[in-house]
């Protein structure tokens, strides 16, 4: 696992309260992770202090997944 | 009871009588305040009345891109905002018929506008903490509606509309969003009513007098508060009994 899928999972786990293995790269936050819609601002501001980027309103909208993130936060950082 | 020890508040509209005592009385009770309006001298005079614990950020709430760096300028002067009192409104009175766009849409921008992106701007600051107070000052009319106060009225019941939306959203964590409605309070702009107009609002009002901004800065204090941790969404009406709501 690279670096980033590893730092956006530990954030992912600790937020969201859920066990590491069911974090995988189709796990949908609100569907699978039992995220609500606040939840998933609270992980994208998370994400963009972990890692130092801004991520766009309109970016957010789409990170659905934590396969979603990290492929976004891979690009940007 | 009510002790704000070690928060930050950031007041809009503290160079008007009404900002200026919620930004006193906040501060009495411990809060280090932010003071903000368009006027700074009235600004830096409240606060070298209150000296420590008191920085001024001027800002004019007219002008958009301004309102999106007032929360970054207090977060910078005061370390967060934990309480925000959006107090600062405008008036441009016209008969519904006569009201001009312009009219409108200024006191709209002003009064609703400013106090959704300040609301926007500080609520990350007050999630991470898991902690905040918003408490947006509404009015009666925003309830009554009044004659020539078209778009004030209008702005005023948003402002009450705009809270309970975002006092659901962020109720689970630890935010509070409430107003408070004034009715006829003493302040510059009442003292500039001729007598006749005085005694025919007094008319309307039980308890037959003016109210005064302590009377408002109390009911801020209290929805600032950690007892009022259970308290959200709602509208304090401060009015002498002139509309119970």
Excluded at chain 2, 90 to 106: A, G, H, K
Excluded at chain 2, 164 to 185: D, M
Aim: glycine content about 10%; charged content about 20%.
């Amino acid at each position: 696992m690279s670096d980033v899928a590893a730092r956006v999972k530990k954030i992912v786990v600790e937020h969201l309260s859920v066990e590491e293995s069911k974090v995988t790269d189709n796990a949908s936050f609100i569907d699978d992770l039992g995220a609500d819609s606040l939840d998933t601002v609270e992980l994208v501001m998370a994400f963009e202090e972990e890692f130092g980027i801004e991520i766009p309103d309109d970016a957010a909208e789409n990170i659905q997944t934590f396969g979603d993130a990290v492929k976004f936060i891979s690009e940007a950082s | 009871m009510f002790d704000l020890t070690g928060k930050s508040a950031l007041v809009t509209g503290a160079s008007g009588g009404i900002g200026g005592e919620i930004a006193r009385t906040l501060h009495a009770a411990g809060a280090t305040v932010g003071l903000s309006g368009t006027r700074t001298e009235p600004l830096e005079a409240l606060a070298a009345e209150l000296g420590e614990r008191v920085y001024v950020l001027p800002c004019n709430l007219s002008d958009l891109p301004a309102v999106d760096a007032l929360p970054k300028e207090a977060v910078a002067a005061m370390g967060a905002v934990d309480i925000l009192v959006n107090n600062a409104g405008i008036t441009r009175d016209n008969l519904f018929m006569r009201m001009s766009d312009d009219e409108w849409q200024s006191v709209i921008d002003v009064n609703l506008t400013a106090t959704f992106k300040l609301c926007k701007g500080v609520l990350r600051g007050m999630m991470k903490a898991r902690w905040g107070r918003i408490v947006n000052i509404s009015s009666v009319v925003g309830a009554t509606g009044n004659p020539g106060q078209g778009n004030y009225a209008a702005s005023k019941a948003g402002m009450i509309g705009m809270s309970k939306s975002l006092a659901y959203e962020v109720a689970s964590r630890g935010i509070t969003v409430n107003a408070v409605a004034p009715g006829f309070i003493t302040t510059a702009m009442t003292d500039k009513l001729t007598e006749d107009q005085k005694s025919a609002i007094l008319a309307q009002v039980p308890t037959g007098r003016m109210g005064t901004p302590e009377e408002i800065s109390a009911a801020v204090l209290y929805l600032s508060s950690q007892e009022a941790a259970y308290v959200t969404g709602t509208t304090l009406h401060v009015n002498g009994g002139m509309a119970m709501l």
